[in-house]
């Protein structure tokens, strides 16, 4: 691991792994943390290049990033966890489980998607126009390649294709907001991949555990706690 991943952690218990998206730290989670860590080890993790992390030497891609994960659950001696992430933090805890699947106990996915298509066309246009530009200055500009780098992930990344989600043997959440980024039918589509998964909707955007923390903490801690039925 060429760098060191900043984290916070509060709480004993089943260790539980918060994922935050594209462009944002680990603050995103101050609704969850003090919540879960009643029950659980929480530990808050800052991406690669995000919040205190440093941006290291590493590809700056969904891959590099949930290699990064194994590498700190190495390094912190953990060997199971429950992963939560959200938006592209749910695209990286869904490659590290499709390639770790023995490291992972229950897994979250909040406002996940498999690839640009499962974004509505609003949002990612946009964000694609945005790569183009920044790519363009990126070589003359640092901040424009920090842009480009963080809208590529929006744009080249996760692509994962949904016959390997059918081998998953993870329990795994899905969730997302009624007015979510990600199409509802996207999101029906994950789930409806995954061998043993459940769909919730809450009402909001993009944004329902910063939001509508109340209810997306009371369906994940249910998921969490409830009894497996095999």
């Known amino acids: 691991m060429d760098i060191a991943l900043h984290y916070i952690e509060k709480g004993t218990g089943t260790p539980l792994i918060l994922l935050h998206g594209n462009g944002e730290s680990l603050a995103y989670f101050e609704n969850q943390i003090e919540y879960f860590s009643a029950k659980y080890r929480v530990i808050a993790i800052d991406t690669r290049g995000h919040g205190k992390s440093p941006r290291g030497e590493a590809p700056f891609t969904i891959r590099q990033f949930a290699?990064?994960?194994r590498d700190?659950?190495?390094l912190h001696s953990i060997e199971k966890a429950h992963i939560l992430g959200f938006s592209d933090g749910g695209n990286i805890a869904l490659v590290f489980a499709l390639k770790y699947p023995g490291r992972v106990e229950r897994l979250i996915l909040n406002g996940a998607n498999l690839d640009a298509s499962g974004v509505?066309?609003?949002?990612?246009?946009?964000?694609?126009?945005g790569y183009r530009i920044a790519s363009l200055f990126a070589g003359r500009n640092q901040e424009a390649r920090k842009h480009a780098e963080l809208l590529g992930l929006m744009v080249n990344d996760p692509n994962i294709r949904r016959e390997?989600?059918?081998?998953?043997?993870?329990?795994?959440?899905v969730i997302a907001g009624t007015k979510d980024m990600i199409k509802a039918e996207h999101t029906r589509l994950i789930w409806e991949s995954l061998p043993k998964a459940e769909l919730v909707f809450l009402p909001g955007d993009h944004f329902i555990a910063n939001k509508n923390a109340r209810e997306f903490n009371a369906v994940v801690e249910r998921f969490l706690e409830e009894n497996d039925k095999n």
Request: hydrophobic share 40%; charged share 30%.
């Open 120 to 129: 509505k066309p609003s949002v990612q246009l946009p964000i694609e126009a």
């Open 72 to 74: 700190f659950m190495d």
């Open 164 to 173: 390997e989600l059918k081998k998953l043997p993870v329990k795994t959440l």
């Open 67 to 69: 290699q990064d994960l």
